[in-house]
Structures are given as C-alpha cells and as structure tokens.
C-alpha cells in the first residue's frame, strides 16, 4: 500500500501560482511513477502530468503544458506540481496518483494508488 497525502490547494486569481505537494508514505516511493490529475465540477477526472521513478523523464497534458511543472523528490518521498499562469478553467479538485507502469501512462485506470485531492480555485 502507498498512503498519498496532496497539500498546497486554495483560491488564486488568475495569473497566478501555486505549488501542490504530495506526501507518500508505505511502500517504497522511487518504486513508483506519480501523476496528477484534476477533476472539475460535472467532469470526468482527467491527465495532468507525469513524472517518471528516477524524476528524469516527465510528460504534460497538451493544456498545462509550459505552465506547469512536475517535480519530485524521492528522498523526501514527495512530488509537486509547480502550476503557474493560472487560468480559471484550471479550477479543479487536484489529485496525486502512483503507478507501478514504466511506460507513460495517462489514464486513471493505470494508476493504483490516489491522494484524496486538494482544491484549487482560480478567480477571474
């Protein structure tokens, strides 16, 4: 079992920043890829980003891309989610995610163990 906590959410006008962090706890944190994901009210839970096991390798959903920034740091069993510019359709309810895959993946399905989300709201 992984235990995945997400901290960092809150309300930000547009244009602006904020940093998530994602505590893991349980098994071993570099064992696994982490992603993010959002979901906003009435919609499906959808990709944000990835981060591969050693933190090398990351992939951006094609809407956040250049503005936001995955990180990880396995020592301290965590990884964050620089987001900067932010735009009001990036209102959502963010969550941290673990996957034993070593490929890319972006689907929830892939992904085996979740956080409990943070809020993020972005004000026009």
């Known amino acids: 079992q992984v235990q995945l906590v997400e901290s960092g959410g809150g309300l930000v006008q547009a244009g602006g920043f904020l940093r998530l962090s994602c505590a893991a706890s349980g098994r071993t944190f570099s064992n696994y890829a982490m992603g993010w994901f959002r979901q906003a009210p009435g919609k499906e839970r959808e990709f944000v980003a990835r981060?591969?096991?050693?933190?090398?390798?990351?992939y951006y959903a094609d809407s956040v891309k250049g503005r936001f920034t995955v990180s990880r740091d396995n020592a301290k069993n965590s990884v964050y989610l620089q987001m900067n510019s932010l735009k009001p359709e990036d209102t959502a309810v963010y969550y941290c995610?673990?996957?034993?895959?070593?490929?890319?993946?972006?689907?929830?399905?892939?992904?085996?163990?979740w956080g409990q989300g943070t809020q993020v709201t972005v004000s026009s």
């Open positions: 995610a673990a996957t034993g895959a070593t490929v890319i993946v972006t689907s929830s399905e892939s992904y085996d163990y």
């Open positions: 981060i591969s096991r050693s933190g090398i390798i990351t």
